[in-house]
């Protein structure tokens, strides 16, 4: 769980949403009964140090407060010390003995914070315990000089992993230790050892009535079992107290616990009347049996979900995930360009007739929608015909519009899918396993151990590349030895096969080496988290020489792979290595001044790391413009000339007939016309493979050390992987075109990739496993936009880099500006239908499964992450689109340069 509910539960008595997870970095106010609110209504002095989530939840109910933020987690000393410091104050009774407060309380930070960076080993944290113990007997020894008994109560809001992450189900996660303690008359009513096990939302109740207010209304927890008072009578009457409260929570009258409710109620009238012991003792089991089995209810009964929008988004999302498969088949045919000779007239009564289908079906669609909220009564938000929901009603009928059209416009328009009989064995495996995937989920333990499936699809995937080039390779060594005609007519094909046996099956076995040692360094899912894993080893003190050496190859490997794809950039590739050299250096420089990395060298341990930060960022932003300038022509005045030796040098110049050598990019042998489109996509190729860069180094800087070796071994992978997966390759024909299979399995294999990293990283299903210290890499303050980028970029670093590796594929094997846009729509297509269907489908999982007992600790996990996907796929697709707006922008500034330039 996240801290903003626990903070809920414990002060109101009722469970929190999981919703409250995705608000957690900006708590909205809590507008129902709580604690605070019933004490503040009776007078009662209320005082906060602490985490400031407390002031964003219950704002205007403290008569004190110091907040301190909870989200800059580099931080575990000057938060503690924030709330250590008001201690003497407020622990110092005025002269009477009388405490100045009536109810006190100190979040302390600091640990929390140790286990986000550190993990539960961390050396800091038994002097962090000490720390606290020290606060804690401070605070029972002023307690004991007061005029009345005060009540101490430590517990925390949430447990920890070992990983330090927290938001899970696990023991470790879920239960944590409650101490109650008075100053004085108080025996403990447990044995020594493990007391009673209670919930969260009993934590209200029990305040409440120390603070003699009623518990909250919405409050369905019980009193802590060391609170109640010895007197029988006393012990009745607050048991008879809180089984009414619940009781008035609309509790239906015919379940057996009502029934109980009433037994308990006679005996003790009857009790009151008699005095006798036996009809107190049975009042006392029925009151707590009844009282248990209330709060069971409720607990599982406070959420209520809109079954008729969910149903209406579920039947949207279906027709979109449908419309993008059709528009996914149609990009696939051989041809998708559909030539038509139409008059500005005939295309004006086109536009009209579009205009007046359009609104007919909306207007269909938006009666049926109608009439459905009648015929259901339900009473669903949507049907409530205020003006918001208004909007979002008729927003449903126009996406179902589009839809039917997108719908209808497919299926008349896909004719010939043909070009999809080249798809070989390993192409239907990675179709099969990936449509096959989402129903998976109808499993939990399926999506706690999703990490499972995909390392078996990959292996599975690896294993059959395998064997099928060594028995290609057999086959082709056979023919040969025996002097087959086929070998004799085709030399091309001993060139293919030398090029298979000598430079890509060793490296694939090596490759299926090297997975195999990634796969162990985390640890993830569910089941086996208890295992230790390489990672562990590595962090381990006495292996600090081996992580940092993972660390310096990781970096290293980057580099390398970074100033090789600079080979795709334009003209000035000497100053673009040199940059990107300086970020490595300003990386390294990081983990030195952070004290991850050591070195002989100690003045850099005393440089600001957030300056560091700053200047990494300078350069990435300096590379990214440079490329842009010396397309246009900016540099001409610097002196700046081509730099010929780059692989496509030649070809990022314009030329057009009668040109003067006065032209900056002019060349004497090229006397075509304008040469657009090759320049813009030479200008796409050299972005695509810029931003690749520089999504690795920054992956570098956010990772973990003992995870930065997996930057290079993304790119890695998906190099050798498309060399594997390409089809004229191995088995294609001659004369056949490969197009349209090679970009659906270029695709769907990046993305295995991708997902594949994602869970070699260490993350999961479970929200202990996101990493917020990688949130604060650079930031000297908290700020939730450059936050929640930053964890999130390095959450899905794998999918990340494995996406930005695919486009500078398809860029650079793109002949034509036409081809390279063909191969990017068919693509994107792809992808997009591959996420929508995945949310589709365990939309629908969800939803069957919304009372299931892992609904909150495995089924809503899973939901965010993928909400969070799509987020981010949208993101990824956006940023396509604006590398082609900007080669279409560049290109005309360019030209009205050049044209300047003659003048």
């Known amino acids: 769980m996240s801290g903003v509910q626990c903070r809920k539960a414990m002060m109101t008595g009722s469970v929190s949403t999981f919703a409250d997870v995705a608000l957690n970095f900006g708590a909205p106010a809590v507008r129902g009964d709580s604690v605070l609110r019933v004490a503040n209504a009776r007078g009662r002095r209320t005082v906060m140090y602490g985490d400031d989530t407390w002031l964003r939840l219950f704002p205007g109910l403290w008569s004190e407060y110091d907040g301190t933020t909870s989200f800059y987690v580099t931080d575990y000393t000057e938060v503690d010390n924030n709330v250590t410091r008001h201690l003497d104050k407020v622990l110092t009774p005025d002269e009477k003995k009388k405490p100045t407060f009536d109810f006190l309380v100190l979040h302390y930070l600091g640990l929390d914070h140790i286990g986000h960076l550190e993990g539960a080993r961390s050396p800091k944290i038994k002097p962090k315990l000490q720390e606290m113990d020290e606060i804690v007997k401070k605070i029972f020894t002023a307690m004991q000089t007061w005029d009345r008994n005060g009540v101490l109560i430590v517990c925390g809001d949430h447990g920890m992993r070992d990983a330090g992450g927290h938001g899970g189900a696990t023991p470790s996660e879920v239960l944590v230790p409650l101490v109650l303690a008075r100053s004085s008359d108080f025996e403990c009513p447990h044995p020594l050892g493990p007391g009673p096990t209670v919930a969260q939302v009993d934590v209200a109740p029990s305040v409440a009535w120390l603070l003699g207010a009623p518990p909250p209304g919405d409050s369905g927890g019980r009193l802590l079992p060391a609170l109640l008072p010895q007197d029988p009578r006393q012990h009745l009457y607050l048991l008879h107290v809180l089984s009414s409260h619940a009781v008035k929570q609309d509790i239906p009258t015919n379940t057996e616990f009502y029934k109980q409710f009433q037994r308990a109620e006679q005996q003790f009238a009857h009790y009151l009347a008699t005095g006798q012991q036996s009809a107190a003792k049975i009042a006392k089991e029925f009151y707590e049996e009844s009282l248990a089995k209330m709060s069971e209810y409720l607990t599982q009964t406070k959420t209520e979900f809109d079954l008729f929008a969910i149903g209406v988004a579920i039947v949207l999302l279906y027709a979109i995930a449908i419309s993008l498969l059709l528009v996914t088949l149609y990009s696939l045919q051989p041809d998708t360009r559909r030539k038509s000779s139409i008059t500005s007239r005939s295309h004006q009564r086109s536009s009209i007739g579009s205009m007046i289908a359009f609104l007919v079906i909306f207007c269909i669609c938006s009666a049926i929608l109608i009439t459905s909220c009648f015929i259901t009564e339900t009473k669903s938000q949507l049907c409530n015909f205020e003006s918001f929901w208004v909007l979002g009603l008729f927003a449903a009928s126009s996406m179902f519009t589009i839809t039917y059209f997108l719908i209808k416009t497919g299926i008349e328009r896909i004719k010939d899918l043909s070009l999809l009989n080249e798809l070989n064995a390993i192409d239907m495996l990675l179709i099969g396993a990936t449509l096959f995937h989402c129903w998976s989920f109808f ?454 340069f050049t044209y300047k330039s003659r003048l």
């Not at 162990?520 to 894993?533: C, E, I, Y």
């Not at 080893?537 to 006495?542: M, S, T």
């Not at 294609?732 to 299979?741: I, L, M, N, Q």
């Open 443 to 896: 499993g939990t333990s399926f999506i706690e151990e999703e990490h499972m499936t995909w390392y078996f699809f990959w292996n599975t995937l690896m294993f059959f590349v395998l064997v099928r080039t060594v028995v290609i390779l057999l086959m082709y060594l056979s023919k040969r030895l025996t002097g087959a005609t086929e070998v004799q007519e085709k030399p091309e094909l001993q060139q293919r096969m030398s090029a298979v046996g000598v430079g890509i099956l060793p490296k694939w076995v090596l490759l299926i080496a090297l997975h195999r040692y990634l796969r162990t360094m985390n640890q993830t899912g569910d089941r086996w988290l208890f295992l230790p894993d390489t990672a562990d080893w590595l962090n381990a003190p006495e292996n600090v020489f081996y992580l940092q050496a993972h660390l310096v190859v990781g970096t290293i490997g980057t580099l390398v792979i970074c100033l090789r794809n600079l080979r795709f950039l334009n003209n000035v590739r000497h100053i673009q290595s040199m940059l990107t050299i300086a970020a490595v250096v300003c990386v390294l420089c990081y983990r030195i001044a952070s004290n991850t990395l050591e070195t002989p060298i100690d003045d850099i341990k005393t440089w600001d790391p957030v300056k560091i930060v700053d200047v990494f960022w300078a350069i990435l932003i300096a590379q990214f413009l440079l490329e842009i300038v010396s397309y246009i022509g900016i540099l001409k005045s610097c002196g700046l000339q081509p730099t010929r030796n780059n692989q496509s040098a030649n070809k990022f110049e314009y030329s057009k007939p009668k040109a003067k050598s006065e032209d900056y990019f002019y060349d004497n042998l090229m006397e075509e016309p304008w040469n657009v489109d090759e320049v813009k996509l030479n200008l796409v190729r050299g972005l695509s493979h810029l931003m690749l860069n520089d999504l690795m180094l920054i992956v570098c800087l956010l990772m973990r050390p003992h995870n930065v070796v997996m930057v290079p071994s993304v790119f890695v992978t998906c190099v050798l992987t498309s060399q594997c997966m390409d089809h004229k390759l191995l088995d294609s024909k001659s004369g056949k075109k490969t197009e349209v299979a090679d970009i659906l399995s270029r695709t769907l294999v990046h993305m295995w990739i991708g997902i594949l990293f994602f869970f070699y990283q260490g993350n999961s299903n479970s929200l202990s496993s996101v990493d917020l210290g990688s949130g604060y890499v650079g930031l000297r303050e908290y700020c939730p936009v450059r936050v929640a980028l930053r964890m999130g970029l390095h959450a899905y670093a794998g999918p990340a880099i494995a996406g930005a590796a695919l486009f500078a594929t398809i860029a650079r094997h793109s002949e034509t500006w036409d081809t390279y846009l063909q191969a990017i729509w068919r693509s994107t297509n792809i992808l997009a239908a591959h996420r929508v269907y995945c949310v589709v489908v365990y939309c629908v999982i969800a939803t069957i499964f919304r009372d299931h007992l892992f609904v909150w600790s495995v089924f809503s996990p899973k939901l965010l992450y993928d909400f969070v996907a799509t987020i981010f796929s949208l993101q990824a697709l956006a940023t396509i689109a604006q590398l082609q707006f900007l080669a279409h922008t560049t290109n005309y500034l360019a030209r009205m």
